[in-house]
T-cell receptor, first 115, second 115 residues
């Protein structure tokens, strides 16, 4: 158990809908990361937050947005869903904002299926 | 940009034999390298990391990795494979961004250990 908690574990929704994925980081971790894992794209970095503020952005679609709340939990919002958004979405956390040596720990992911 | 490559899609090894999963990296500056493992329907689990120091890094579940600067490699090894080691293995490198950081992952290598 990494200590990173993600909900829901599985989600099935229709095209055009909106979903919210939730993440609680490890106790004491201030950075939260979101990744998307799909068969064709592999593991893709979406976005990083540190202590409530956006810090780094990757290949995140405009239809997707995220935020980190004062209690440090984070949510990833996916809207106008398309079939191609079906993937495993990972949340991860680490202690520092930018620390080359710190480990990033991953949750078990949220499986999103868009039908 | 920082990147890693895993040249083998799949590695097959007999139980009890040594295993190696290969990873090569391309970085500007000092490399910060990681190995993660993903079991079926599970999240990414941290195995080990190289930050600095000894070229042989020991990690979880009896795994170790050898950092080789001249060959720009960071191969994952285990002296004696177990069937339970069968999983998907990812090599990753830390990429520092303007205000944050991320991990850049390889495509992954499926390890199959046969009894």
């Amino acid at each position: 158990d990494s200590g990173v908690t993600q909900t829901p574990k599985h989600l099935i929704t229709a095209t055009g809908q909106r979903v919210t994925l939730r993440c609680s980081p490890r106790s004491g971790d201030l950075s939260v990361y979101w990744y998307q894992q799909s068969l064709d794209q592999g593991l893709q970095f979406l976005i990083q937050y540190y202590n409530g503020e956006e810090r780094a952005k990757g290949n995140i679609l405009e239809r997707f947005s995220a935020q980190q709340f004062p209690d440090l939990h984070s949510e990833l919002n996916l809207s106008s869903l398309e079939l191609g958004d079906s993937a495993l979405y990972f949340c991860a956390s680490s202690v520092a904002e930018v620390s080359t040596g710190n480990t990033i720990y991953f949750g078990e992911g949220s499986w999103l299926t868009v039908v | 940009a920082q990147s890693v490559a895993q040249p083998e899609d799949q590695v097959n090894v007999a139980e009890g034999n040594p295993l190696t999963v290969k990873c090569t990296y391309s970085v500007s500056g000092n490399p910060y390298l990681f190995w993660y493992v993903q079991y079926p329907n599970r999240g990414l689990q941290f195995l080990l990391k190289y930050i600095t120091g000894d070229n042989l890094v020991k990690g979880s579940y009896g795994f170790e990795a050898e950092f080789n600067k001249s060959q720009t490699s960071f191969h994952l090894k285990k002296p004696s494979a177990l069937v339970s080691d069968s999983a998907l293995y990812f090599c990753a490198v830390r990429d520092l961004m303007e205000y944050g950081n991320k991990l850049v992952f390889g495509a992954g290598t499926i390890l199959r250990v046969k009894s």
